[in-house]
């Protein structure tokens, strides 16, 4: 496989078996259990992941999910770790991408995204 440049952001962006591959990360003044919730609870997504229809498909561990991308199939991991009682960081590998212009463009999502789900946890009660 041939890596290519992604035309937006000259990231060198590499195929992956079952094709493309975007990674994006956070950190999040929230405890582990509230970001998980917000994740697996399609009440609490609709709140900050807005255009996306999700699929859970398995929950390992606390902070370890599965989903679907119910547009394309693709698939998504969601990593979950504490920093401490009040914080965590998420990190999303989102996986099965037919292109490296998707990748940029789920780069671009998953970033928009992220900062929603961080607004969204963070707002005051």
């Known amino acids: 496989m041939t890596a290519v440049a992604s035309a937006r952001n000259n990231h060198l962006v590499k195929p992956v078996a079952g094709g493309f591959a975007v990674r994006a990360r956070k950190t999040i003044a929230a405890p ?8 697996i609870g399609a009440r609490h997504r609709a ?19 599965s989903l679907t991308c119910v547009d394309d199939g ?22 099965k991408l037919a292109s490296a212009q998707l990748v940029a ?7 928009e995204m ?9 707002r005051p009660a």
């Open 47 to 65: 709140h900050w992941l807005v255009g996306v229809e999700l699929k859970v498909r398995r929950t390992a561990a606390p902070g370890i999910l």
């Open 32 to 39: 582990a259990t509230a970001v998980r919730a917000a994740w």
């Open 74 to 95: 693709s698939e998504i991991a969601v990593t979950i770790t504490p920093k401490g009682r009040a914080a965590s960081a998420v990190v999303v590998d989102h996986t």
């Open 114 to 122: 992220l900062r929603a789900l961080k607004n969204y946890l963070e």
């Open 105 to 111: 463009e789920r780069r671009h999502c998953w970033k």
